[in-house]
């Protein structure tokens, strides 16, 4: 759960994201000075560097000092009015839309503010190819909540539109399939039983007169993930944002809100769902802390590395007593000896990498099993390097990408 990922151009202060076709388009990062700071950082890629790359840049400038000082904390400038009215407003009408909504100027002739936000979670509910938890019998998941190893620490933007559509796709056929298969029975009482402990639970916070602002606390566990669990960080940070956040999780056994409506009541969904947050952002902080080197998203300052040797393991968070302070983390090895394609470099700058010893074996393997089948086909080769057994339904030829076909 610690790998999350920032998106750079999200404008200041509401956080919404200016696409990054902005800067496809030719639209260029400005500091407080007008200054175009990232062929500095990026000669090659400058503003086309990736996002994670693009987004820990600005950070990296504005600590220099060269961020445009608001009151809504420092920001940095997106400029897209070069690109001229007729293709912002032909290709960019939503950039410009969001901009006369939101913070009342033109892009097309005014500097849009923007700064690095949270965008996407690579994390998940653990889950095996077919979609469904190896824990928890019957659950599945697919899209953003799953952890299906689409990706690993990092994610392409436009890896969404794989996630849900294929993963969506593949993983729909196995539930129906397990629908198909299982049936499923739950005692009524069961249900009551469960029904009335959440029933309790809201009626304790209703009828408390004094006790925590849930507002105050979700301001504060906030604060703490950006400025302790963000963009970069370091073991300090990342000891105190934990130290925080069990605090304010402590806090959550004891909220009172202002509004007693059973019903469509906004502050009672933010009583019900904050502290499920904070237990969510210490999966993120804890893991993050616990993690000590820099992959994908995860950026350790004082683990500058990648650690294949010691760290090419996913997480694994649970929460098995609800009353716990933090989550209890195991670890379950990547087994490069079944991947179809290794580990390696293929971020940017130089390969720091502290590599795992199985790499270097498989790479040979992968050699020698292409060697050994000089007329196959990529699906044959992917067939013998990585099988994954397809849904039938989904096994026939398919015209669009020519599987099946010669
Ligand atoms: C501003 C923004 C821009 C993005 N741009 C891109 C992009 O350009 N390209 C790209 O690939 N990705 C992009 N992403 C990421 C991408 O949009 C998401 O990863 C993707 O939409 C997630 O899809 P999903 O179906 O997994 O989850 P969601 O779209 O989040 O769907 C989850 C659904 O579950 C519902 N739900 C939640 N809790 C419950 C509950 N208890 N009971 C019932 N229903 C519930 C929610 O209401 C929601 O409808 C962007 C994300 C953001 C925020």
Redesign the pocket.
């Known amino acids: 759960m610690e790998a999350v990922q920032f ?1 750079p151009t999200a404008i200041v202060p509401v956080g ?2 200016t ?2 076709g902005c800067r496809g388009d030719g639209g260029l990062l400005l500091d407080k000075d007008e200054y175009r700071f990232m062929p500095d950082y990026e000669p090659g890629k400058k503003e086309l560097a990736s996002r994670d790359v693009v987004s820990r840049r600005m950070t990296e400038h504005m600590r220099k000092g060269k961020g445009v000082p608001s009151r809504y904390g420092d920001h940095l400038w997106l400029d897209i009015r070069l690109l001229g009215k007729e293709h912002i407003e032909k290709n960019l009408r939503e950039v410009k839309e969001i901009c006369e909504y939101f913070l009342g100027i033109d892009p097309v002739k005014d500097l849009i503010p923007v700064r690095p936000t949270q ?2 979670s690579m994390g998940g509910i653990r889950t095996k190819p077919t979609g469904e938890s190896p824990s928890l019998k019957g659950l599945f998941s ?5 952890c299906w190893d689409m990706h690993g620490f990092n994610r392409l ?5 794989a ?2 559509v294929v993963s ?1 796709m593949i993983v729909g056929e196995y539930v129906s399939d397990y629908c198909e298969a299982n049936y499923f029975s739950i005692k009524t009482s069961t249900i009551e039983k469960f029904l009335k402990r959440e029933e309790d639970k809201i009626t304790k916070i209703l009828e408390n007169n004094e006790g925590e602002n849930v507002f105050e606390l979700k301001k504060k566990m906030q604060e703490t993930m950006m400025n302790r669990v963000g963009i970069f960080r370091n073991g300090d940070d990342l000891e105190k944002a934990v130290d925080t956040l069990r605090d304010l999780l402590k806090r959550t056994k004891n909220i009172a809100i202002k509004n007693r409506v059973r019903t469509s009541n906004p502050e009672l969904v933010e009583a019900i769902r904050v502290p499920k947050m904070i237990k969510i952002a210490l999966c993120v902080a804890y893991g993050a802390l616990l993690r000590t080197e820099s992959r994908g998203a995860h950026s350790r300052e004082d683990h500058p590395e990648r650690n294949d040797r010691d760290w090419l393991k996913r997480t694994l968070a649970t929460w098995k007593d609800e009353d716990s302070e933090l989550p209890e983390v195991d670890y379950e090895d990547l087994d490069i000896l079944s991947m179809e394609m290794p580990p390696g470099s293929r971020g940017y700058g130089t390969d720091n990498i502290v590599h795992h010893s199985d790499t270097k074996r498989r790479v040979q393997e992968i050699e020698e099993i292409t060697k050994v089948n000089p007329g196959a086909d990529r699906f044959e080769i992917q067939e013998l390097l990585m099988p994954y057994d397809l849904p039938e339904k989904l096994q026939g030829k398919n015209e669009r990408i020519g599987r099946g076909f010669k």
């Open positions: 998106h919404i994201l696409t990054e965008h996407y697919a899209g953003e909540s799953a933007g436009g890896n969404s539109v996630e849900t969506g």
